[in-house]
């Protein structure tokens, strides 16, 4: 407990250094009403938003309307969906990457999950929310929204609003703030898969201050700050209005709920964990197989169920684009599944459960970003490549990568992360079936269907993906570091053959 404690105090020391950095960014005039949003939209410039796009926060200007009301409904929506997400993390993961571990390291792989899903949460709210959904610069946001200030509105007598993606339609910004903790939380949540069974449980807690705090909140902001509808209220302020979001929403990319800054953000920091934490002691050589295909199985569906509010809750509205990603997350996992346990047949002569559980993540992951995106039939497409990418990314590029990556974090978030990236660009085409571009922006920029250029969007795709590795990569090689140096990233041999569920926590997951 005092290593726990110590690792905590020095975790708050680098961040609160980190930030003392971060204050130096050149930050805009401080709003009088916040209006934040996610997702992905594209600049007007470069090519204007697809319907459910771009991340935003938006400033006194686009806010200025004060007759504004959230719609109960949406509100309503939106709380169901933060509940669903909840769910995708405790239990839903938890129970997945549990019954992949062995039994000696369940309740350690439970621990790290629930604990790190809380620990960002916290760490949201005291400053992460305002480093990503604040206007700052093209790469971090700045400090308005620091334990939460100003979310009650004392001028209006009333809780200050957060944009949607349509104008004049707001939601509560306290109700925004509370969907986007949840990604936050799974975001890191899912890179405990990467060294399971191995870490010890103070240096999981402090890598990941560091990490969210550098890594998770810039990139959110990179890629889903904006100003919001509202702010685009002729072709005059374009300009001006895409200079303030962050730097790769300003370049025009595509990411729904979730592609680059939760599934490639995370596996790559898992990826490099697992080369810095090292193999676990007998891998290739025991025995390692999952424990318990069954709570596997059960995690692996209310991942599924929670995805919905993951996707779906990512329109920010109960409209048609919601609907839309709603479609897509059932038709591209279904796709996966049955991709999955095709390749399997073919590659071993059978499918298996484990493979099945897989391909359902494997889906969830690649759909993620284009959920809102494209039409169904690009969502089947890109669900059934996606089974087959991340059976090979499990198999044969885990091979080629010779990392430990224990549950596969990179081989399925990073493969299926990358892959519907990248296939966001191809079928968001309107002429492949995808929605296009907003009417909205359509209206405020003159730009219509005809402008769309597939090559260009996933050109732009593409340095999105690299943009989210680089960042990742060195972040969590420099997070690493630190962990290591100062506490010591793995735990002993002798924990290690006993378990973490003893050794680090003092119990047991069934009574032997």
Same mark, same amino acid.
């Given at each position: 407990m005092k290593k726990l404690l110590a690792s905590l105090a020095l975790g708050l020391s680098l961040l609160t250094s980190g930030v003392a950095v971060m204050a130096q960014a050149p930050a805009a005039a401080p709003a009088a009403t916040s209006v934040a949003a996610p997702a992905e939209a594209k600049p007007a410039d470069a090519a204007p938003a697809t319907a459910p796009a771009a991340a935003v926060a938006a400033p006194a200007e686009a806010a200025a309307a004060p007759a504004l009301v959230p719609n109960k409904g949406d509100t309503a929506w939106m709380m169901t969906?933060?509940? /669903?997400? =909840?769910? #995708?993390?405790v239990p839903g993961l938890a129970l997945f990457y549990g019954g992949l571990v062995r039994s000696k390291n369940m309740l350690s792989v439970l621990m790290q999950v629930m604990v790190t899903f809380s620990l960002i949460v916290v760490l949201w709210f005291i400053y992460g929310y305002s480093l990503a959904f604040t206007e700052g610069n093209a790469y971090f946001g700045g400090f308005d929204r620091l334990f939460m200030a100003g979310i009650w509105d004392n001028a209006a007598g009333t809780f200050a609003n957060a944009a949607t993606f349509s104008k004049g339609v707001v939601l509560p910004e306290i109700v925004f703030a509370a969907f986007q903790a949840t990604f936050a939380g799974i975001t890191c949540a899912l890179i405990v898969g990467a060294f399971a069974e191995r870490m010890k449980f103070s240096a999981v807690l402090l890598f990941m201050v560091i990490w969210f705090t550098f890594s998770y909140a810039p990139?959110?902001? #990179?890629?889903?700050?904006? #100003?919001?509808? *509202?702010a685009y209220t002729g072709k005059e302020v374009v300009d001006a209005m895409n200079a303030k979001g962050g730097y790769l929403w300003q370049s025009?990319?595509? *990411?729904?709920? %979730?592609?680059?800054?939760?599934?490639?953000n995370a596996a790559v920091a898992g990826l490099v964990g697992a080369y810095m934490v090292g193999k676990r002691i007998g891998y290739g050589k025991e025995a390692m197989a999952p424990h318990s295909l069954t709570l596997t199985m059960v995690g692996s569906s209310l991942l599924w169920v929670g995805w919905f509010g993951f996707n779906a809750g990512s329109a920010l509205e109960a409209n048609g684009f919601a609907a839309l990603a709603f479609i897509n997350t059932l038709g591209a996992t279904a796709a996966a599944v049955l991709a999955w346990c095709v390749g399997e047949a073919l590659m071993r002569g059978k499918a298996s459960m484990l493979g099945a559980a897989s391909g359902a993540v494997a889906g969830l992951v690649a759909i993620t970003p284009a959920a809102g995106n494209v039409g169904i039939g690009g969502g089947l497409v890109i669900g059934f490549l996606a %089974?087959?990418?991340? /059976?090979?990314?499990?198999?044969?590029?885990?091979? =080629?990568l010779g990392a430990d990556d224990s549950l596969d974090v990179f081989g399925v978030h990073g493969i299926g992360g990358i892959l519907g990236a990248l296939l966001t660009g191809v079928f968001n085409s309107p002429s492949l079936g995808g929605p296009g571009f907003v009417a909205d922006w359509v209206t405020a920029t003159g730009v219509t269907a005809a402008d769309y250029s597939i090559v260009s969007q996933v050109w732009i795709q593409a340095k999105a993906v690299f943009?989210?590795?680089?960042?990742?990569?060195?972040?969590s090689f420099i997070a690493y570091k630190v962990v290591d140096l100062t506490i010591g990233?793995?735990?002993?041999?002798? *924990?290690?053959?006993?378990? /973490? *569920? =003893?050794?680090?926590?003092?119990?047991?997951?069934?009574?032997?």
């Amino acid at each position: 407990m005092k290593k726990l404690l110590a690792s905590l105090a020095l975790g708050l020391s680098l961040l609160t250094s980190g930030v003392a950095v971060m204050a130096q960014a050149p930050a805009a005039a401080p709003a009088a009403t916040s209006v934040a949003a996610p997702a992905e939209a594209k600049p007007a410039d470069a090519a204007p938003a697809t319907a459910p796009a771009a991340a935003v926060a938006a400033p006194a200007e686009a806010a200025a309307a004060p007759a504004l009301v959230p719609n109960k409904g949406d509100t309503a929506w939106m709380m169901t969906s933060t509940i /669903l997400v =909840i769910l #995708m993390v405790v239990p839903g993961l938890a129970l997945f990457y549990g019954g992949l571990v062995r039994s000696k390291n369940m309740l350690s792989v439970l621990m790290q999950v629930m604990v790190t899903f809380s620990l960002i949460v916290v760490l949201w709210f005291i400053y992460g929310y305002s480093l990503a959904f604040t206007e700052g610069n093209a790469y971090f946001g700045g400090f308005d929204r620091l334990f939460m200030a100003g979310i009650w509105d004392n001028a209006a007598g009333t809780f200050a609003n957060a944009a949607t993606f349509s104008k004049g339609v707001v939601l509560p910004e306290i109700v925004f703030a509370a969907f986007q903790a949840t990604f936050a939380g799974i975001t890191c949540a899912l890179i405990v898969g990467a060294f399971a069974e191995r870490m010890k449980f103070s240096a999981v807690l402090l890598f990941m201050v560091i990490w969210f705090t550098f890594s998770y909140a810039p990139i959110a902001h #990179m890629v889903w700050f904006w #100003m919001g509808p *509202d702010a685009y209220t002729g072709k005059e302020v374009v300009d001006a209005m895409n200079a303030k979001g962050g730097y790769l929403w300003q370049s025009g990319a595509l *990411d729904f709920a %979730g592609g680059t800054v939760v599934h490639i953000n995370a596996a790559v920091a898992g990826l490099v964990g697992a080369y810095m934490v090292g193999k676990r002691i007998g891998y290739g050589k025991e025995a390692m197989a999952p424990h318990s295909l069954t709570l596997t199985m059960v995690g692996s569906s209310l991942l599924w169920v929670g995805w919905f509010g993951f996707n779906a809750g990512s329109a920010l509205e109960a409209n048609g684009f919601a609907a839309l990603a709603f479609i897509n997350t059932l038709g591209a996992t279904a796709a996966a599944v049955l991709a999955w346990c095709v390749g399997e047949a073919l590659m071993r002569g059978k499918a298996s459960m484990l493979g099945a559980a897989s391909g359902a993540v494997a889906g969830l992951v690649a759909i993620t970003p284009a959920a809102g995106n494209v039409g169904i039939g690009g969502g089947l497409v890109i669900g059934f490549l996606a %089974g087959f990418a991340c /059976l090979w990314g499990v198999n044969g590029l885990k091979k =080629i990568l010779g990392a430990d990556d224990s549950l596969d974090v990179f081989g399925v978030h990073g493969i299926g992360g990358i892959l519907g990236a990248l296939l966001t660009g191809v079928f968001n085409s309107p002429s492949l079936g995808g929605p296009g571009f907003v009417a909205d922006w359509v209206t405020a920029t003159g730009v219509t269907a005809a402008d769309y250029s597939i090559v260009s969007q996933v050109w732009i795709q593409a340095k999105a993906v690299f943009i989210t590795v680089v960042w990742s990569g060195v972040v969590s090689f420099i997070a690493y570091k630190v962990v290591d140096l100062t506490i010591g990233l793995r735990v002993s041999e002798e *924990d290690e053959r006993e378990g /973490l *569920d =003893i050794t680090a926590h003092g119990e047991t997951a069934y009574n032997r």
